[in-house]
């Protein structure tokens, strides 16, 4: 083997780390060590930025004491490296244990500490960095600016942080930096105060894409897709590009406000502009057609197994979970395992509601325990949520109450919520009061508590118990959320409340109504009225059932819309058991299809059946 000096030999460890080949740069350090080659602090460091992938923290372990060894610790740039690769681990103990033993601090040193803490989500320990910095006397750069601002991610921390490092930007001059500039866009959009956000953005003299995406990020973590959607559209007349990021952005707004479209339009628009091939494009168009009911679209443009990343196989899973697809939701988690991807806990959320949108109460506690057992991953609560609505679902009421005795994480919200409804599933009166008074307790405001617990209430027979619950509720001036339905028809949307008479069809809908009502009940249909939350009689329940906002707006979407073609209804609440009774009967005698999406799932309805096979 020819003689290599040492520049091509550190050049070549160079090029491997480059392209992100660990394993091979460390090689070639082993060669170099184990011929007695001449190396310096540049073959070093290079080793270093190896090691900062997690997975090779044991060599870079290996490095440090070498470093320390061969006295090239000395070389600041040695010392950066090895921050570096331990903030990059998240080891922030080590890394700050380096620092404390480092002669000089530069500012390129502090910057490595504190993005390690900003990437571990360590937000008081990198303010602490920048503090412990400045009292040494070091300038930040922007770069240890952008950090910290980066730091900064809630309410508290813009209250605690943000705000006097705004100060210290103002008097220190970096207000005119444009990283800063976007920073701080960024920063008070992810810490909600999106007016300030706005404010900034606003005054910016230059607005380039990164200051338009920042805007357009923040308010679409917010929920205001209307205004994300509204941003682009200016950006567009000022003569902005949109880039990836703001198409991906954008379809997510879309998703959010099931603008099927909106969300088509901006898709197209990033084809024609050369964006298909971008994953995050590609990824947020596939999960906007999935949650605006079009599984063929999230198929078409779905890439081959090979080209998948975790994010489009979780979208994937999470897209025939939504549309009740169980038996496609775990065939796509095995192909996923097989083409070794490793799941994460998004993909187990997916999982479990596809087991749970399907009943499929084994398979569910199957992958739950696999979770942790096969790959590592602590259940959160978002599993737990899936686990109780399973068990509670099918019955199991004292499986359930010992699941939330013995999980991994406190009870919220969500949980005492599921309980309850199953308790008026399955009618079990004492659970259902116990899991009223804990969701009670957390927030008793929660009106959903009472109308859930009132439920529990009516379908037992304690009418009572209904009036006291009323009263209580009445005398906290807790009201039930209205329930509301709508129909999107040519970019008008037409919204329906219980008993609706407001709309300027209002006649014919009622008489379309009745017509579906004579017709649905030759073919079959018996109304279900034990959800009725008056005790009045058996006529009067059913009439108010064709009161529900989910019939006025099928009505209406039956006579504006052609034979033939799919109808998309919208719906605040959970849709309730005899509406999806209804709709069953409606899509077979009138041979229509109907997509109905509450906030729960998709209700894909055809041919006199739905795809959630009634269970939901
Ligand atoms: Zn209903
Ligand atoms: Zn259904």
Redesign the pocket.
């Known amino acids: 083997m020819q003689e290599r000096d040492l520049i091509s030999w550190n050049s070549m460890m160079v090029s491997y780390v480059q392209d992100a080949k660990s394993l091979d740069a460390l090689e070639i350090l082993a060669e170099m060590i184990s011929t007695g080659k001449e190396v310096n602090y540049i073959t070093f460091t290079c080793a270093l930025a190896a090691c900062s992938n997690p997975k090779f923290l044991i060599e870079g372990k290996i490095l440090h004491a070498l470093i320390v060894v061969s006295g090239l610790f000395e070389w600041p740039i040695v010392g950066n490296a090895l921050v570096t690769m331990y903030a990059k681990a998240g080891m922030m103990t080590e890394a700050e244990r380096v620092l404390q033993t480092m002669s000089r601090h530069e500012v390129v040193t502090w910057n490595a500490l504190i993005g390690g803490h900003v990437e571990n989500g360590q937000t008081d320990e990198a303010m602490k960095a920048f503090q412990l910095m400045r009292k040494e006397g070091i300038s930040a750069d922007y770069i240890t600016i952008t950090s910290v601002l980066g730091a900064c991610v809630t309410p508290n921390d813009l209250r605690k942080y943000g705000t006097p490092i705004h100060a210290h930007i103002v008097l220190t001059g970096f207000e005119s930096d444009k990283y800063v500039q976007n920073s701080l866009i960024t920063m008070y959009g992810k810490c909600a105060d999106l007016a300030s956000s706005k404010y900034i953005f606003d005054r910016l003299a230059h607005k380039n894409s990164i200051s338009w995406n920042a805007c357009l990020a923040g308010n679409s973590n917010h929920g205001h897709g209307e205004e994300v959607l509204k941003l682009i559209v200016t950006m567009r007349s000022d003569g902005v590009e949109l880039d990836q990021f703001s198409f991906s952005e954008g379809l997510a707004a879309t998703a959010k406000l099931a603008m099927l479209e909106e969300g088509q339009q901006l898709h197209g628009l990033a084809v024609k502009l050369g964006f298909e091939a971008d994953s995050f494009v590609a990824n947020a168009a596939m999960d906007m057609y999935g949650k605006c009911g079009e599984m063929d679209d999230v198929l078409r443009i779905l890439s081959p197994p090979v080209n998948r990343s975790r994010l489009s196989w979780n979208i994937l899973i999470s897209a025939f979970a939504r549309h009740g697809y169980f038996q496609e939701a775990r065939e796509t988690f095995d192909e996923m395992l097989k083409m070794g991807i490793t799941p994460d806990h998004v993909t187990f959320v997916s999982l479990l509601s596809a087991c749970n949108h399907g009943g499929l109460v084994d398979e569910g506690l199957a992958y739950y325990f696999s979770m942790s057992k096969d790959f590592g991953i602590l259940p959160g609560i978002e599993h737990c949520v899936c686990i109780i609505d399973l068990l509670g679902r099918s019955g199991r009421l004292d499986q359930a109450e010992t699941f939330i005795a013995q999980m991994p994480v406190p009870p919220n919200d969500l949980i005492w919520r599921s309980l309850l409804a199953a308790s008026k599933l399955h009618g079990n009166l004492d659970l259902g009061r116990k899991a009223a008074e804990r969701l009670l307790e957390l927030d008793p405001s929660d009106d959903s508590a009472y109308v859930l617990y009132s439920n529990v209430c009516a379908t037992t027979g304690r009418w009572e118990d209904v009036e006291n619950v009323r009263k209580q509720m009445g005398s906290n001036n807790i009201k039930k959320q209205p329930a509301c339905s709508w129909v999107k028809l040519k970019n008008r949307v037409s919204s329906f409340g219980i008993g609706d008479r407001t709309h300027p069809e209002t006649k014919e809908i009622y008489t379309k109504l009745g017509e579906l009502k004579k017709m649905i009940k030759e073919a079959g249909y018996v109304p279900d009225t034990s959800y009725a939350l008056q005790d009045t009689d058996e006529e009067q329940k059913e009439h108010n059932?064709w009161n529900?906002s989910?019939?006025l707006a099928l009505a209406f979407g039956l006579i504006n819309t052609p034979q033939g073609t799919t109808i998309r209804i919208f719906k605040n609440l959970r849709?309730?058991c005899?509406?999806h009774s209804v709709y069953k009967f409606v899509s077979e005698i009138t041979r229509r299809k109907i997509i109905l999406r509450d906030p729960y799932r998709f209700h894909h309805f055809s041919r006199g059946k739905c795809s959630c096979c009634d269970y939901w």
Do not use: P
């Open positions: 059932l529900h989910e019939r849709v309730c005899d509406c």
